[in-house]
């Protein structure tokens, strides 16, 4: 259940109960455990949770990217009604970038140093679009201009170590954009940016979903950021959803514990002194999960109760909670 899903908007991503195990020395582990969540067209969704918490893994099982060879992943992944985890490789790789594309956290690493930046681009296009190289060129060209790069016709030449890290992003931007996709998978793409440059980023990713009416997915730690940009708040712990609300709302007034002290220790720019408060303990690491509720062990509010693995259930205000207690619990602020 997402934000979009009260306003009669069309549903584009269903992903259904999806648990993925990565195999080590040691054997499978697993790494996302009973994931659900929705997205529907032209909805800004955000993925929150600290890190190793399981989001880039979750946008990259929904990109059929998982970073092994022989993964074990359940549950459904459901485009438009198309199961992606059961459609075959060359069918996926048809999907992804024509319909669901992603700009990853390190442009730097994620552009080819020995191609330019026109050839990374045309290559996106004439893969998908099936057109001559010409006109490949010309959608380069266009597609820099889009996002904002100067003098496309001549950046279409350079190459990406030419490039400054916000004109990388860009330039990461527009091959995402390439075919028209419609679901974008930004993860964490400001990271790696100084402040003025992630506001720039940020605010030419609304401009482009306003304009070309995408669905965005975008993973970050940054409540702050998400406040001002997600419609849909999704809150990530140890490999599971613990809360999906709309974003007011979570930020308003959380119903798990965990969301609740993510949302106290950030940084407000309100606040004068004192200190932010720290969540206490570590996260689990996969294949160390608690047998009932993984946060447990970090929260204040655990009762015997806690002991069991709490359900992903559904809430008054629209959202859904993992917590055997959150109708109990007064989190959150007035």
Known sequence: ????ASTGSELLLEVEGLS???PTEGGYVRVLDDVSFS?????????AGESGSGKTMTALAVMGLLPTRKPRAEGRILLEGRDLLALPRRELQSIRGSQVSMVFQEPMT????????????AETVRRHLKVDRKSARRRAAELLDIVGIPNPEDRIGHYSFEFSGGMQQRAMLAMALACGPKLIIADEPTTALDVTI???????????????????????????LLSQLSETLMIMYAGQIVEV??????LRRPRHPYADVLIQAAPHPDQRGGRL????????????????????PRCAYAVDACQQPPAL???EDGGVVRCVRQAQLSLGRP
């Open 1 to 4: 259940m997402t934000a979009a």
């Open 20 to 22: 993925v195990d990565l």
């Open 39 to 47: 997205i529907h067209r032209g909805e800004m969704v955000g993925l």
């Open 110 to 121: 994620s552009l080819h140093p020995a191609y330019t930046i026109g050839e990374q681009i």
């Open 198 to 224: 992630q506001a720039q980023i940020v605010e030419l990713l609304q401009d482009l979903q306003q304009q070309f009416g995408m669905a965005v997915l975008f993973v970050t730690h940054d409540l702050g």
């Open 245 to 250: 609300a709309p974003t007011e709302t979570i």
């Open 277 to 296: 408060p720290v969540v206490p303990g570590a996260p689990p690491r996969p294949g160390r999960y608690p047998e009932g509720c993984r946060f447990a």
């Open 313 to 315: 259930e559904a809430v």
